[in-house]
């Protein structure tokens, strides 16, 4: 069952276009959304949660048109952003006690539990928590109304790695749990902990949705030395670059197969960082 389906959403400005994007969830998953800066994560993400109006194109939030149910498919969506800023002199129960009214389903039980669970003191001000504890604070008040997918754009940004972690592993036991998630990030390194499939946004296209292991499969991470770069290799050469022992690009595996230089594994990061050369 596919939680979230977005069918060729179509997005201008002036000086930007989300062009034909489109990509498929399914429940109790985690995809990891993919991009630079600026490539058009947070546009989408925008967009599919009518915070700015697409131009046209398709939503839709377990099997029913966002733009006709927005309502009801609210109460069961949860969204997070790592730099979210809530009233710095508010005390976090203040700022619940707001939220909770919009929620026809809010658990209060879920929400003691959750508190808990994430360390929070909800006696505390906004301005007294550190960036990770805003976050987790986020997906208490997300999980409290019972949210089926949670969309989470860049919410491990600026955290140390040992906060990072510990987020990632809250995102794998709420998918043990059968919640969905929509993970935005630039931080490949994350998505190769818990991600089951990736979507690659690059200006504002997608390049690439599918299963994590299926696209970093399709690619080889290729070391030359200065002599090795050829005009007979370069054609087959995605995105070389220079490096401390000479170059490094990425080749798709076939062609890997047909060259006589060192190949290995590539990751997320490499990927995309040479895609990003081309």
């Known amino acids: 069952m596919n939680v979230l389906s977005i069918k060729n959403l179509c997005k201008s ?19 990891g959304f993919i991009g630079r800066n600026g490539a058009g994560k947070t546009t989408t993400l925008k967009s599919i949660l009518n915070f700015v109006h697409p131009d046209s194109g398709e939503i839709l939030f377990f099997g029913k048109s966002f733009s006709e149910n927005e309502f009801e498919i609210k109460q069961k969506l949860g969204f997070v952003s790592g ?20 929620y026809k389903s809010w658990d209060e039980k879920a929400y003691d539990e959750y508190l808990k669970l994430f360390k929070l003191n909800d006696n505390k001000n906004a301005d007294q928590l550190s960036a990770g504890m805003r976050v987790k604070y986020s997906l208490a008040l997300a999980l409290s ?5 949670l969309i989470l754009d860049e919410p491990t940004s600026g955290l140390d790695p040992v906060s990072r972690d510990d987020l990632l592993d809250i995102f794998l036991t709420l998918c043990d749990k059968g919640i969905t998630i929509l993970f935005s990030t630039h931080i490949t390194s994350d998505l190769e902990k818990c991600a089951d499939t ?28 200065k002599e090795q770069l050829t005009d007979h290799i370069k054609p087959v050469l ?24 060192k190949c290995s594994d590539a990751d997320l990061e490499s990927i995309m960082i040479h895609i990003e050369k081309e």
């Open 13 to 31: 400005y002036e000086s930007f276009n989300l062009n034909n994007v489109s990509f498929d969830i399914k429940k109790g998953t985690i995809m």
């Open 83 to 102: 730099g979210i800023d809530y009233y710095s002199k508010k005390k976090l129960r203040t700022i619940t006690n707001v939220t909770r009214r919009f």
């Open 145 to 149: 109304h019972n949210a089926e997918l």
């Open 198 to 225: 990736i979507t690659y946004i690059k200006n504002g296209t997608i390049i690439a949705s599918t299963d994590i292991n299926t696209f970093t499969s399709k690619y080889k991470l290729v070391e030359l030395t």
């Open 238 to 261: 995605i995105g070389y670059k220079r490096s401390k022992s000479g170059y490094t690009a990425i080749i798709n595996t076939e062609d890997s197969k047909k060259i006589n230089v």
